[in-house]
């Protein structure tokens, strides 16, 4: 039986829930919350999104949503463009060449995962942004942002998997 406009439509969502969520996420980590020094260790949400799906669903997290993403990210954020560009993609390309390490583990590994994946990717964009800004940046602040990071990991992860059940089940 064909499928109705509406189940269509809502399929379409569905998979393009993942990209949305963590375009969200870049959003929320962006809003003015008036402590000061927070924007400075803000978590990076949107790594987190991008590792996520990519790890669990590559097929609704491509390597050109990665890219808008990461550019979202730069122009929002106020860094170096391309900087977060470059990161996302990385952390994308390292986790699809690596897919069976991926594929099937449970939670624990892939967080044991996300651990190595994000600390690479704060060191990387911490240098790049040294290098770019021809200037010394105290790496405190990386430290705490990297640490809210993995403390965030397992809430916004539990979320998507609770997301990613109800696609599979309603795909």
Do not use: C
């Not at 602040?141 to 997301?163: A, D, E, K, N």
């Amino acid at each position: 039986m064909k499928p109705t406009l509406g189940q269509r439509l809502d399929a379409q969502a569905r998979r393009l829930a993942p990209v949305a969520i963590t375009f969200v996420l870049v959003l929320l980590a962006a809003v003015p919350s008036h402590v000061p020094g927070l924007a400075q260790i803000m978590p990076l949400l949107a790594l987190i999104g991008v590792y996520h799906w990519t790890a669990y669903r590559p097929d609704l997290m491509p390597a050109r949503a990665v890219f808008a993403i990461g550019l979202f990210q730069d122009i929002v954020g106020g860094g170096p463009l391309g900087l977060y560009t470059a990161v996302f993609l990385l952390v994308h390309g390292a986790i699809v060449s690596q897919a069976r390490f991926f594929v099937g583990k449970g939670f624990g590994m892939l967080w044991i995962g996300f651990v190595g994946m994000s600390a690479g990717a704060a060191l990387i964009a911490w240098f790049t942004a040294m290098v770019l800004n021809a200037v010394f940046i105290d790496p405190r602040g990386l430290v705490y942002q990297y640490l809210l990071t993995l403390g965030i990991y397992p809430i916004l992860s539990m979320l998507f998997l609770r997301w990613h059940s109800s696609l599979a089940t309603e795909n």
